[in-house]
């Protein structure tokens, strides 16, 4: 009997995803002659049954297309909001699954979302995902699909911002995404030759940042363009988490723990105005004119590159297979030019961050970029 197979995107949206969604239907409609039921804005279109027939006709012309057209959200199966409250909405999907009699659910998202299929998974649903995000911050994969397109965008950015630094012997501070990981910011940092990079993997010291920015100044150049991934840390900011953390996994009651995680999630919160803060000090310790630009969420649109056409389509094409040979309960990554099926077990709770001693922040550090460690 021919298979019936769900399809969602959840979490941040990313250029990449409708060419992954073609990647898995077009083979499944074509070759192995599966019906292919997308659901609408993540894991709340399950609940919901909010359901999208994609045949042939839908898949065709979304190739090139960025965003994702069965939308997408940041709702969790086991903690969604309903009703003006937080429920458990495992069982609705549950549900949901069995009155469309799937074989399988894919997935298509980042590390949440790799969780929440884990989760599905756990409670006897036949799970498969992929990994997207602008972020690579995905365990067990080369690469997620998106961020080749984000690096080309926030590369462009970097380049845009230098001739306006130039002309007006300005540093140009420009906030980059990435959530706790740095690569989106050390990619394009390196390929747009940033003079400074800061990620959350290298705790900087604004110090150091201005130490460098003076030195090139004193060599005659007028000028610093200084790439900040969103979560970057100061060495201070990282020490203190580093202690909360600690003291949160000793702590015994429950309301310690909740007062250390608020704590947490406060420090969260003051992140959003730490680019502003440090662009400000920049400014009154080098006595050059600063500027700050966030680029923000045009680093998830438009149009996906090559790249991720390519790698999404090739990872869309090999789950369909995994679906024929009936293999469930991994995320299909990339390795190499190829792929290869990673238990969700193995994925779910981990986040690939860049390694301090990663070839790319040796290669930065020899062309004389700081990473305000120095
Ligand atoms: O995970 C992708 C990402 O763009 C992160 O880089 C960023 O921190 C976050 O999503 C922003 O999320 P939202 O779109 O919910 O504001």
Redesign the pocket.
């Known amino acids: 009997m021919s298979k019936s197979i769900g399809i969602l995107t959840s979490?941040?949206d990313c250029p990449g995803l409708n060419a992954a969604i073609r990647g898995v239907g077009k083979p499944a409609l074509e070759l192995y002659d599966m019906t292919v039921l997308g659901f609408r804005d993540g894991f709340r279109g399950l609940v919901q049954d909010r359901l999208m027939r994609l045949d042939t006709s839908v898949l065709s012309g979304i190739l090139t297309d960025g965003g994702t057209i069965l939308g997408t959200s940041?709702d969790k199966p086991h903690r969604m909001p309903f009703g003006g409250k937080t429920r458990d909405m495992t069982d609705a999907i549950v549900d949901t699954y069995h009155r469309h009699h799937l074989d399988v659910v894919i997935c298509l998202g980042?590390g949440g979302t790799q969780k929440n299929a884990l989760r599905l998974h756990e409670a006897g649903l036949n799970v498969l995902t992929l990994p997207k995000?602008?972020?690579n911050d995905v365990a067990k994969t080369d690469v997620t699909f998106g961020f080749d397109t984000a690096l080309s965008t926030a590369t462009e950015a970097i380049d845009r911002l230098h001739s306006t630094a130039t002309s007006h012997h300005r540093i140009i501070v420009v906030e980059i995404?990435?959530?706790r990981a740095g690569w989106l910011a050390l990619g394009a940092g390196i390929a747009g030759g940033a003079d400074v990079i800061l990620i959350p993997e290298i705790p900087y010291t604004v110090a150091s940042v201005a130490r460098a920015i003076t030195t090139r100044a004193r060599q005659g150049k007028r000028f610093s363009i200084v790439a900040v991934a969103?979560g970057a840390l100061t060495a201070v900011e990282q020490a203190r988490t580093v202690k909360l953390r600690k003291r949160k996994a000793a702590a015994k009651q429950k309301a310690t723990r909740k007062r250390i995680a608020n704590e947490l999630d406060q420090i969260e919160a003051d992140r959003e105005g730490n680019t502003q803060r440090l662009t400000k000090e920049l400014e009154s310790l080098t006595g050059i004119e600063s500027r700050l630009t966030i680029l923000g969420?045009l680093?998830?649109g438009g149009t996906p590159s090559a790249a991720d056409r390519l790698l999404a389509t090739r990872l869309g094409t090999a789950c369909t297979k995994a679906i024929a040979a009936e293999t469930f309960g991994c995320m299909v990554a990339s390795r190499g030019d190829g792929s290869k099926l990673v238990p969700l077990k193995d994925v779910a709770n981990e986040r690939k961050l860049v390694p301090p001693n990663h070839p790319w922040v040796k290669s930065a550090r020899l062309v004389g970029t700081c990473l305000g460690d120095e």
């Open positions: 979490g941040g940041r980042g995000t602008i972020d995404m990435g959530h969103e969420h680093q998830r």
